[in-house]
């Protein structure tokens, strides 16, 4: 605990107290990222009760960050705002600003439906359309939006190949969605949100109904993804937090606790309750 | 051990009663059904299929303009109903919260109570009344009337059975609020609401009250809307109470058609859920 209170008070940005620290930011410095997506007192409710409380959380291009929290802290909602996905559920509004590339997404006259299209979403629960084959599953996101790709087939391969499941489906491309196991299912969902080309893709704890084999997997794919996706991911798992991210936030009813490089956060968190949760006393 | 052996006991005891409960329903089933192919079947020929009624007490002749019929008043109630009804289910489905949609179900609910014979007074009243006499329109809207509580909420029922996940999942692939119903939600419960809508025109074929007073019969053959039109049940309940042998005898064989027609419709339901189920 003291150790905590004294790098708090040495050290106000995370990640500067120490030599790996200092040079992990500079490292970070010369190739800092770009913002990608900004939130500013972004706050949530449901009907009365709210679940965010104005938070301020910048995510940088190109690199994962990880949303790590007990339970009902807010961090599915927060990223279903990132999308505009949180205001489908009825009784659900926000405020607050969300930036993508510097415009706020809940201005006037900006349509949810192509925030979507730019900020695609994997959930929690594989949920491929069982009425559709495997390859339609892909085109589903092109075809409902009216688009017609002139080479189908190359668009599922890319997509499938990109979420690294082109391998085991490539024969059984007709097939039903919904014959896949659990793990390759959500990969699947991926490749369907791939296959619009988004800039940002939001994992809502993907691999929390999947085996270790499968996570594995995911977590594989969620590393070669970031070269060209910005990618923010909701875990309740600090391991998989750990492994995958580059910049790890972590949430407590509602209100954002602390954010910082992955490293610094679980090594040198500077809050009480960051070390807290992380260290397992609590959540 | 005696408790172990009471409960084996009761199991059996239970099995038995449900094997027995189980009979008892098929009963009546099977032996309607076998009366009226033992009954029906010597009435059967080629020309019943292919022939025109013939005056009392000239003999042969057939029922082929009131198959014809039946096929053509299901079809304007398919056309009317359907339609009316599966968009009617998206509402409650979809988008129907709050009073309005409320009532909307109640009244379907109420709707699908009412007599039959009270939907084809009603019919009447509307049409036939104010159009001076018997049509086919008038008895395809008496069963479209009929059908349209049974299509409204199967199809709610089944689209509610669609996950919300699949509404998510479309939402988040940036597709419009009403493709995801059409495309995604719809196509997911397409296989069940058409068994619905094969469940519902089974019963529709079958429907006599309601035809009485405003399809009314014909003896020939018509393809018009305005004109009065025959239909096997309408036909059957004309020669049923009528005093000729001969036609009783017809009676019973155009009843083993309609049974069969019937059997059939519901038999395609089964098929068109099948097929589409097994490629999930």
């Known amino acids: 605990m003291m150790a905590v209170e004294a790098s708090r008070e040495a050290a106000p940005t995370p990640g500067s107290a120490g ?3 200092r040079s992990a930011e500079a490292r970070a410095a010369a190739t800092a990222p770009a913002v990608k997506m900004q939130t500013e007192a972004l706050r949530a409710w449901f009907g009365a009760h709210e679940v965010l409380k104005a938070v301020s959380l910048s995510i940088p291009e190109r690199r994962v960050t990880a949303v790590i929290g007990p339970s009902g802290c807010g961090k599915s909602t927060f990223i279903r705002c990132l999308n505009r996905m949180h205001e489908v559920v009825p009784g659900a509004r926000s405020a607050g600003a969300v930036l993508l ?3 706020d997404i809940f201005e006037r006259g900006v349509d949810p439906v192509l925030v979507r299209r730019r900020v695609g979403m994997v959930f929690q629960r594989a949920n491929p359309f069982p009425a559709m084959s495997i390859a339609d599953n892909v085109l589903a996101g092109l075809r409902l939006n ?6 189908p087939e190359e668009v599922v391969e890319r997509a499938l190949a990109q979420a690294a499941l082109w391998d085991e489906v490539k024969d059984i491309l007709s097939r039903s969605g919904a014959s896949l196991s659990g793990g390759q299912q959500q990969r699947l969902c991926i490749a369907r949100t791939l296959a619009l080309e988004p800039e940002v893709v939001l994992m809502d704890e993907p691999c929390s109904a999947l085996d270790p084999i499968a996570t594995a997997r995911i977590e594989e794919l969620i590393h070669e993804l970031k070269d060209r996706y910005t990618i923010v991911i909701v875990t309740h798992n600090m391991q998989q937090a750990a492994r995958v991210s580059d910049f790890t936030a972590f949430f407590y009813i509602g209100e954002l606790v602390e954010h910082g490089e992955t490293d610094a956060l679980f090594t040198r968190p500077q809050k009480a309750r960051t070390e807290d949760y992380i260290t397992g006393r609590f959540g | 051990m005696d408790a172990y052996r009471r409960r084996k006991v009761i199991d059996v005891g239970a099995r038995a009663a449900c094997v027995a409960a189980t009979l008892l329903a098929v009963v009546p089933l099977v032996s309607v059904l076998a009366y009226v ?12 299929f292919t022939a025109l009624p013939q005056p009392v007490g000239e003999a042969g002749g057939g029922v082929a303009n009131a198959i014809l019929g039946s096929l053509q008043l299901v079809g304007i109630a398919c056309v009317l109903g359907v339609p009316v009804g599966v968009l009617a289910g998206i509402y409650l ?5 709050g009073r309005f949609a409320t009532a909307v179900r109640y009244a379907a609910d109420v709707m ?3 007599p039959s014979i009270a939907v ?4 009447y009243t509307l049409l036939v009344l104010s159009m001076r006499h018997f049509s086919a329109l008038a008895g395809g809207v008496a069963l479209a009337v009929l059908m349209l509580p049974t299509v409204t909420r199967t199809t709610e029922e089944l689209l509610k059975l669609v996950p919300d996940s699949l509404r998510e999942a479309g939402l988040a692939l940036g597709v419009p609020r009403w493709r995801v119903v059409l495309k995604v939600v719809l196509r997911t419960g397409a296989p069940g609401i058409a068994t619905g809508i094969m469940l519902a025109v089974a019963r529709a074929a079958g429907e006599t009250a309601p035809l009485l007073f405003t399809a009314f019969n014909n003896r020939f053959w018509s393809a018009s809307l305005v004109e009065p039109i025959a239909s096997l049940p309408v036909q059957i309940f004309t020669y049923a109470v009528s005093p000729y042998e001969e036609w009783h005898r017809q ?8 049974v069969v027609l019937v059997l059939l419709m519901n038999a395609g339901a089964r098929v068109l859920t099948r097929a589409r189920g097994r490629s999930r």
């Open chain 2, 37 to 48: 192919v033992v009954r029906g079947a010597a009435g059967l020929s080629w020309s019943f």
């Open chain 1, 19 to 21: 030599d790996t620290a």
């Open chain 2, 251 to 258: 009676a019973w064989a155009a009843a083993l058609v309609l």
């Open chain 1, 101 to 103: 590339d510097g415009v």
């Open chain 2, 93 to 97: 489905a979809e988008y129907g919260r």
């Open chain 2, 120 to 123: 084809g007074i009603f019919v």
């Open chain 1, 146 to 151: 009216g688009v017609r790709p002139r080479h």
């Open chain 2, 112 to 114: 699908s109570g009412i």
